[in-house]
């Protein structure tokens, strides 16, 4: 682990810490400085909690753990999968029994850098099967049977806006980029976290005609978001435009600026938009991404390979903006999935659904290596990899690391794993 | 019986006017978008005229088709053959707007939201309209027979994995889904009984767009699923399922949801199972006990419901007489997060404040706008909408929100002098529009 390069940059370039922040306490400076230092100074005070972000990406389908990190000195492993099993030749060796499928090669550097930490069977005991519990479990970090009304970045969300100015309100403290559905994840915060696949969704289009249409515009803004007698839903709705309004607000120029295409995969999309969120100083903290496919039940080989590979090279891209930018500093990125899947594959090439499974964070503010026990496949036919690691105790740790409160959260004050440097 | 189901079964009595509430233009046009997505100014008047045990009988009913509407979809008929999803977007849509009943088309809507299939997986256009006819065809009519076609239909079987379930390589997706969001619901099974479930249900395949059951694939050994023991194939596990209560409830609940509010009380929803179930899953007799229940007129259930995409633009456009470019409109509702025939997941859309954020919000106004502003041109379609050459506000908020807003948004709007197409651009983006 080369841990030279997790130091801040400012001290990379000769300066205390308390230095570069007394050199950029005024904001203005910042526009004085050269690019270079500039990007130090944000590295420097990046370091603040209250500048830190989380971006999520959640792998949707029940990702299959062994073949992402993949046992490959283990006999059970290559017994039960006679078609999906990797050589070990193939993967790519993380140590001397544990390795990435080949698919993910672009995340090796970071590993080898120490920004890239493996958390092997995470999950929650008597793990569910069915997706959408499974899923419902993991978005509200709750497994007794409430109606599921607030996610845990929801109820974050809302903790969050409480505390805000009316800056941070406007703002986009909480967004789910990449889609315009919103996972329950984010549901339940007062005012309504927004959903972009893309900059343009937040364009109002001002009708044009008899030289009005702005007064119009006006009109229908002043119109949709004041609360007056409302009640019930409309008064739900209204709030909602509020919000929606103020973040077209915010991204009308952005969106006019940014650049055409972008690239390839709708995943290195989403996170290019994350990136180009996170840059853009609207106050972002946590940003939430969906990656799908890992439903893999018949022909898993090639749609597996295919979805790992789209996620290493996002993530890498990622990473490479967010250094560019000068933002690599403050921002964690967590990869889950709803469940692993069986141990065995099954007759259609594929596998169905399992339990434990490995998560990934990937950043500088990360410490890097494996947490977790490594998996045990030593159990009878038909049973899963076990869990070892509660999924909330990733999601008290990082909610301590960006400042917000974990125990308003995360129920039962899960214990905190030593996820950052 | 406790006071909490007394109450139900006398929520679920027919409504009875002026005792419950008043039978008026408001009851009237509450009844149009929950039955037939919305209607224009005359069918309001009519259904007014009818009274509420007719105008249900009327409107809660799937006749069959004929006179212009069934020349309109002789004229779509040869585009099938295009087999593009834009095309058979365009043709559903076209359907919900042309429909004179159009409840048929809300109830298949709700179907393919209920046995969410979506293009991505099940692939061919023409197997996803296909499984959409069936929806159509025997949504209204038993639950039971529905399900046993849905369980062959191969959109289906492809999307959930059907020709991988083998007699000795079980898969158990379709068996999953079938227990956990066809039919019973989350707690009202067992892990074994999706294990067995999925036995039994080995070797039903599709092949080149056709269901196949292949006998050399089927287990024909002995399972237990629900209850039930022996060698049990698919259709015994359909009607374990159908004999279950918590079946009535999960489905006939989804029902309530869709077409009266989202917030029954436990005990309404054990009587709407029961009598879901008493009745042979009659789903058209269980929507007319629904659409005409105290319940359903009641405070809890106006304004209630957040309009899905797809039934704010039908709606509106069926209000106003519009007839916007469907293969468009098909495109813009996928925006808007309900793109027929690709639902999200198999649990279909979640719906409710889900359809609501800062796009989709921006996307509704910007779809208002687009309604507003097409061809032909307002005024035409509705003049009395128009006034001594202005626009009527009052006659509008009425039309399109039943005039239920704010005082100040009805004052602002009158001041306004806005020529009608941005008027009607502002009311559609109201927060009350985006409610039914």
């Known amino acids: 682990m080369n841990r030279h390069r997790k130091e801040p940059r400012a001290a990379a370039a000769g300066l205390s810490r308390r230095e570069v922040l007394k050199a950029g306490a005024a904001l203005e400076l910042l526009a004085l400085l050269p690019g270079g230092l500039a990007r130090t100074w944000r590295a420097a005070r990046a370091t603040e909690p209250g500048q830190r972000v989380l971006v999520i990406v959640q792998l949707t389908g029940g990702n299959d753990g062994l073949n992402t990190v993949v046992p490959f000195l283990d ?37 080898d850098e120490g920004a890239l930490s493996v958390v092997q069977g995470i999950g929650y005991p008597d793990e569910n099967r069915s997706h959408f519990r499974s899923m419902e479990i993991w978005h509200t970090a709750r497994t007794d049977e409430a109606p599921p009304t607030a996610g845990w970045l929801g109820l974050a969300a809302g903790l969050h806006a409480e505390h805000a100015s009316a800056d941070g309100l406007s703002g986009l403290p909480f967004v789910r980029v990449g889609g315009r559905d919103l996972p329950l994840a984010l549901a339940g915060a007062p005012r309504q976290v927004p959903a972009l696949a893309a900059l343009k969704d937040l364009v109002l289009e001002t009708p044009v005609a008899e030289g009005r249409g702005s007064a119009a515009r006006t009109l229908l803004q002043e119109l949709c978001r004041a609360p007056f007698d409302r009640t019930g839903e409309a008064a739900f709705v209204a709030a909602a435009d509020g919000a929606a309004f103020d973040c077209t607000q915010r991204l009308h120029d952005l969106a006019r600026t940014s650049p055409r295409g972008g690239p390839g995969t709708p995943l290195a999309g989403a996170l290019a938009l994350a990136a180009q969120l996170i840059g853009a100083q609207l106050g972002t903290r946590v940003v939430y991404v969906t990656h799908e496919g890992f439903d893999t039940h018949a022909r898993q080989e090639r749609a597996h390979e295919g979805c790992l590979r789209a996620l290493g090279d996002a993530l890498a891209d990622f990473q490479a903006r967010l250094a560019r930018q000068g933002d690599e500093h403050r921002v964690t990125t967590f990869v889950f999935s709803e469940f692993g899947r069986r141990i065995e594959e099954n007759g259609s090439g594929g596998t169905d659904h399992g339990a434990g499974a490995p998560a990934l964070l990937l950043g500088r503010p990360v410490k890097g ?12 036919r038909d049973t899963d990899v076990p869990v070892g690691v509660d999924f909330r105790s990733v999601y008290a740790s990082v909610l301590d690391w960006l400042g917000m409160p974990a125990a308003q959260v995360v129920p039962g004050s899960p214990p905190r794993l030593p996820l950052f440097a | 019986m406790t006071a909490a189901s007394r109450a139900a079964e006398e929520a679920l009595e027919p409504f009875r006017p002026d005792v419950d509430g008043p039978w008026d233009a408001r009851a009237a046009a509450h ?54 999803l834009p095309v058979f977007r365009s043709i559903w849509l076209t359907r919900m707007l042309r429909d004179p009943r159009p409840l048929r088309e809300q109830l298949a809507l709700f179907w393919h939201g209920h046995f969410a299939t979506s293009i991505a997986k099940a692939r061919g256009p023409d197997l ?131 077409f009266v509010h989202d917030a029954p009380a436990p005990a309404l929803l054990a009587v709407i199972g029961a009598r879901y179930r008493e009745s042979g899953y009659d789903t058209l007799a269980l929507l007319r006990l629904l659409l005409g229940s105290r319940e359903c007129f009641g405070a ?30 098909g495109g813009r509702l996928a925006d808007l997060g309900q793109g027929l025939y690709e639902p999200p997941s198999v649990k279909g859309w979640d719906g409710g404040h889900a359809w609501l954020n800062a796009a989709t919000l921006v996307g509704r106004m910007n779809l208002a ?23 009527d506000v009052d006659a509008l908020l009425d039309l399109l929100v039943d005039g239920e807003v704010p005082e100040e948004v009805r004052k602002r709007l009158a001041e306004s002098a806005l020529p009608l197409p941005q008027l009607v651009h502002v009311v559609l983006s109201l927060p009350e529009a985006q409610l039914s």
């Open chain 1, 75 to 111: 006999d059970r492993y290559h017994r039960a999968r006679p078609v999906l099993a990797l050589r070990p030749e193939r993967v790519v060796r993380l140590n001397d029994h544990l390795g990435l499928h080949p698919a993910l090669g672009a995340l090796l550097p970071f590993w």
């Open chain 1, 369 to 380: 290596g494996l947490l977790g026990p490594d998996p045990d496949l030593s159990g009878e």
């Open chain 2, 31 to 84: 009844l149009l978008r929950r039955a037939s997505f919305g209607g224009t100014r005359e069918e309001r008047a009519q259904v007014l005229a009818w009274g509420p045990p007719r105008a249900v009988e009327e409107l809660v009913a799937c006749p069959a088709i004929e006179g212009e509407y069934a020349r309109t979809l002789a004229a779509l008929a040869p585009l099938v053959s295009v087999n593009s």
């Open chain 2, 128 to 258: 996803m309209a296909a499984q959409v006819d069936t929806l159509r065809e025997l949504g209204p009519g038993p639950f039971g027979a529905l399900l046993a076609a849905v369980a062959r239909d191969p959109a289906m079987i492809r999307w959930l994995d059907g020709n991988g379930n083998r007699a000795r390589h079980p898969n158990e997706n379709f068996a999953r889904e079938l227990l956990e969001l066809f039919t019973l619901g989350v707690g009202h099974y067992a892990e074994r009984d999706v294990r067995e479930a999925a036995r039994a249900f080995s070797g039903w395949h599709e092949q080149d767009g056709h269901f196949r059951f292949d006998a050399g694939e089927h287990d024909g050994g002995d399972k237990q699923v629900l209850g039930r023991t022996g060698a049990l194939d698919g259709d015994d596990v359909l009607a374990a399922c159908l004999e279950q209560p918590a079946c009535g409830e999960h489905v006939g609940g989804r029902l309530f949801r869709a």
């Open chain 2, 300 to 329: 809890r259930a106006r304004r209630r419901l957040v309009r899905s995409p797809v039934a704010l633009a039908v709606g509106v456009a069926r209000t106003l007489g519009l007839r916007p470019d469907t293969t468009e409109l």
């Open chain 2, 369 to 391: 706008s687009r309604l507003a502003t097409a061809a032909p041109a307002l005024p035409a379609v509705d003049p009395a909408l128009v006034r001594d050459g202005r626009p």
